[in-house]
């Protein structure tokens, strides 16, 4: 917890429950996340992960005109559903997971009028 503010410690802290808080330290760590983007997911009503996906999508502005805020929270929510349900910890199968769930993101991006590319 050295890495990050002590700031984003309190936040995570008063914030996260337990069982998720050291993943949370980690992608802060590896992307930066700020406390900024935790009060961002919070006035948007989405999780970290929500989150994540949520801004992947704003930034392609075509997407954000297309389909408007809602909308993309909505996809940032049950793209989240989708990797959870099929997220797997057997590393034998660790490529055909992985191939299954690029074919249900992308299933879900084509659903609301979206390109994977």
């Known amino acids: 917890m050295a890495s990050i503010p002590w700031g984003h410690n309190v936040v995570l802290l008063e914030k996260v429950n337990p069982a998720e808080r050291i993943w949370y330290i980690q992608q802060?760590?590896?992307h930066g996340w700020s406390r900024e983007a935790?009060?961002?997911g919070e006035?948007?009503?989405l999780s970290e992960e929500e989150l994540a996906f949520y801004e992947a999508l704003a930034a392609n502005d075509s997407a954000v005109k297309v389909l408007g805020?809602?909308?993309l929270r909505e996809l940032a929510r049950e793209l989240v559903k989708t990797v959870r349900q099929n997220v797997t910890i057997d590393w034998t199968v660790?490529?055909?997971a992985r191939a299954k769930l690029r074919v249900?993101?992308?299933r879900l991006l084509?659903?609301?009028g979206l390109s994977a590319g």
Request: charged letters at 55%; zero cysteines.
């Open 94 to 96: 660790r490529e055909s």
């Open 28 to 30: 802060t760590i590896e």
């Open 110 to 112: 084509r659903k609301y």
């Open 43 to 45: 006035k948007l009503e």
């Open 38 to 40: 935790h009060r961002r």
């Open 104 to 106: 249900m993101v992308k």
């Open 69 to 71: 805020d809602e909308t």
